[in-house]
């Protein structure tokens, strides 16, 4: 009985999905992930090689349902308490010696973080996560009982910051550090798969609509030869392709020559190591 219940809520907090929009194409099983997750109002983890939209999603899934995005970038830096409230007592000390009125209230030098932000809003937002690996291995579970919780205690003015909505929260990693697994179970897990061809396209169409036929058709052929190459150290990416294109186009480039000469080859290919690599494979 309980596991109907739990699909009926399910179904019923999905009534309004997520789904791809004329910036952004992606997969059934991507759009099964994010709408699950808010379904579940769970944080979304997201993995995949870079260039495969990642940090794109949260920007889309906010378009898409017509909410705010709030981004917390995250830096080696960063701590958890900055996502929450940061107490500007140099400030206040400032304002101290100079006479300025208002000094004794301490909620006038509390600024809340990004964290903070999404749970003021009076409307569901969209809080974006990016990069959560690069933090210290302390920094996800510095969170749970926030994420968990949807709120949090500003020990200076005792008040307590809730969710007046619980954000969507999309959280994502380029895999550098292994997360703990007490904030993976909190979270509804995707890996994004490299576009196949089928979904490149539609992709690349998705940005270029009038791309001549025969163009894309190289292209698409070279790149995804290039990434197929062994040695290659730095697979380029679906935003690459995309640039590449693009350059292509804007310069006439006549499709055929494309393997030959191999134009703005530095578009796609990163590294000198790569360049003589496929420079080889063509020849």
């Known amino acids: 009985m309980q596991t109907v219940k739990t699909m009926q809520k399910v179904r019923k907090s999905m009534e309004n999905n997520f789904n791809s929009t004329s910036d952004?194409?992606?997969?059934?099983?991507?759009?099964?992930?994010?709408?699950?997750?808010?379904?579940?109002?769970?944080?979304?983890?997201?993995?995949?090689?870079?260039?495969?939209?990642?940090?794109m999603l949260a920007q889309a899934v906010a378009n898409s349902l017509g909410k705010k995005l709030i981004i917390w970038n995250i830096k080696s830096t960063t701590k958890a308490q900055d996502g929450l409230?940061?107490?500007?007592?140099?400030?206040?000390?400032?304002?101290?010696q100079f006479g300025e009125e208002?000094?004794?209230?301490?909620?006038?030098?509390?600024?809340?973080?990004k964290?903070?932000?999404?749970?003021?809003?009076?409307?569901?937002?969209?809080l974006l996560i990016d990069e959560i690996d690069k933090a210290d291995l302390e920094f996800p579970n510095d969170l749970l009982w926030e994420l968990d919780q949807m709120e949090f205690y500003?020990?200076?003015?005792?008040?307590?910051?809730?969710?007046?909505?619980?954000?969507?929260?999309?959280?994502?990693?380029?895999?550098?550090k292994e997360l703990p697994d007490a904030f993976l179970r909190r979270c509804i897990f995707h890996y994004i798969d490299f576009p196949d061809e089928t979904l490149m396209e539609e992709i690349v169409r998705t940005h270029y609509p009038d791309v001549e036929e025969n163009l894309l058709k190289n292209a698409m052929d070279v790149f995804y030869n290039i990434r197929n190459i062994r040695d290659i150290r730095k697979?380029?990416?679906?935003?690459?392709?995309?640039d590449w294109i693009n350059a292509l186009q804007m310069n006439g480039i006549d499709p055929e020559t494309l393997r030959a000469k191999l134009p703005f080859v530095g578009v796609v290919v990163k590294k000198d190591e790569d360049l003589e690599t496929v420079k080889k494979y063509v020849q």
């Open 235 to 242: 697979k380029p990416s679906t935003s690459e392709l995309i």
């Open 115 to 126: 964290l903070g932000e999404a749970f003021e809003e009076d409307e569901q937002c969209v």
């Open 154 to 176: 500003i020990h200076e003015t005792k008040r307590t910051v809730k969710a007046k909505q619980r954000p969507i929260v999309i959280i994502t990693s380029n895999a550098e």
């Open 24 to 55: 952004y194409v992606a997969s059934e099983e991507l759009l099964s992930a994010v709408n699950v997750a808010i379904a579940l109002k769970k944080p979304l983890l997201i993995k995949g090689e870079p260039g495969t939209g990642k940090t």
């Open 85 to 96: 409230y940061m107490y500007d007592t140099i400030q206040r000390l400032y304002d101290g």
């Open 102 to 113: 208002g000094v004794d209230d301490i909620a006038r030098y509390i600024k809340l973080g």
